[in-house]
């Protein structure tokens, strides 16, 4: 019978890798071994006593660190060192070391592994992101600057990204910021905020005179320090300040849609959601019952589902999946899409156009305004008893509702549902329990789309709530139209959101 070898039977151990070229001895009694998913720290000082001066028979001489976890290793003078992001409960990691002395002898291979160590870590990801951090000092009710100082800073230090931070003055600053931001001088943007801030960038980089350039170099991400944490919830799949610190750090550009929205003479960008009728009077609406919590969303829904509220408008979409069997289709292609131990960097359409700086402005609308004629392929249809449009281009619109969950980073589509106003009230509460559950997709009284354009005209309102983004816009007609892969963000798997997608 065969032998198996040390290595095959060792679960610490990966066995495409010869055991001597990824264990380093760091003294008698200790060593460091690239495991399959962890870096295994083996230690007999780990053991612990009792009372009694005793070894204790449940004493552990092992750590298993994610290489995910792993932030930096470096060689000092005599050590290495070893920086993690260590778990201290289930929503915090705090920045944590080993280190051990490494003689002279072990000194030239301690590089090599090293090396290696790092490559492990960060996989596709960039190393020693260059980030502009925004502080938004009203975010998280005055709380984002504690937070980042806490919380994220110390992730990005032990990173060794090199930061530069500022703080927003007032509304629209973080537009400024952006537009005039040199797109070679950062990788990244970090709104230490709510979803606010991030729609101010993306809207400040689209004002630039080659922002197709600026959102294909700079990657905007949120660190989650506001009361709507939604793009961190999608793309870092966590609403923890030092959880998505770490995402960050460790985070693979991934080209994100965008959207135009085009309202009288204005155009400005969208990069999370556009609603009209419940949803956005549910949000924005209820600002007096801010003392909620995220419970005030869910009581203006009710309130509204159950009291039969209709939102009459005029309705022209441009629709690229009609039926739910193509969105579920259209959604595992792209789920099943990642070859293992490849790279999972999507290239953006625009990230390698040549370098002409006329194609380097912001996409002409394929669709016109609205202010010009509709499409000829599309048809404006009343819609009179409609009680919510909602239009999202992530899955997660808060940390426990995933609306879209269909919903895809560049497909150059957003996904949309809409949703009688006069459905039976047993219907409605069932809509509302639904989110929670993950089954709203699959409700025959939901009507779910992926479009690549529409527009809607409200009728019969002197005055009504539009959200864009979770911003109240004036209540008149809008058009929106999206630009595939436009956008730039950081994202755990380099293509999917972290919402639960559809089956």
Known sequence: MASTSSVDSDPFVDPSVNVDEVTLNVGRNASLTLGTESLIVLDEGFRTTNCCGLLSRKSKTTRAISFFNVLWAELSTLNIVIHYAQTTSKTTVRVAQVRYLIEKPERAFAVTWISRLLDRAYGNSQRNKRIKVLINPFGGKGSAQKWYTRDIEPIFTAAQCRIDVERTQYGGHAIEIAENINPDAYDVIASCSGDGLPHEVFNGLAKKSDAKAALSKIAVVQLPCGSGNAMSCNLNGTDSPSLAALCVVKGIRTP????????????????????????????????????????????????????????????????????????????????????????????????????????????????????????????????????????????????????????????????????????????????????????????????????????????????????????????????????????????????????????
């Open 256 to 503: 994100l849609d965008l959207v135009s929205i085009t309202q009288g003479n204005r155009r400005t960008i969208s990069f999370l959601s556009q609603s009209i009728g419940i949803v956005a009077e549910s949000d924005l609406a209820t600002e007096n019952l801010r003392w909620m919590g995220s419970a005030r969303f869910t009581y203006g829904f009710l309130v509204r589902l159950l009291g039969k509220t209709v939102y009459p408008c005029d309705l022209a979409v441009k629709v690229e999946a009609a039926t739910k069997e193509e969105i579920r289709e259209h959604y595992r292609a792209e789920f099943i899409n990642q070859v293992p131990n490849a790279p999972t960097h999507r290239v953006s359409a625009f990230e390698n156009m040549p370098n002409n700086h006329d194609d380097d402005r912001l996409p002409d609308l394929r669709f016109g305004s609205v202010n010009d004629p509709l499409p000829v392929d599309w048809s404006l249809v009343p819609y009179d008893k409609l009680g919510s449009f909602y239009a999202g281009n992530m899955g997660y619109m808060a940390a426990d509702a995933n609306f879209f969950p269909a919903a895809l980073p560049s497909d150059g589509c957003l996904d949309v549902f809409t949703i009688d106003g006069d459905i039976r009230r047993v219907a409605a509460i069932q809509t509302m329990l639904a989110i929670e559950k993950g089954t709203f997709f699959d409700m025959p009284h939901v009507h779910y789309r992926k479009i690549s354009g529409y527009r809607i005209i409200p009728k019969n309102q002197q005055d009504g709530y539009i959200s864009i983004d979770g911003e109240r816009v004036p209540f008149e007609p809008f058009q929106a139209e999206v630009h595939e892969g436009l956008g730039t963000v950081l994202s755990k798997s380099g293509h999917l959101y972290e919402a639960e997608g559809v089956s």
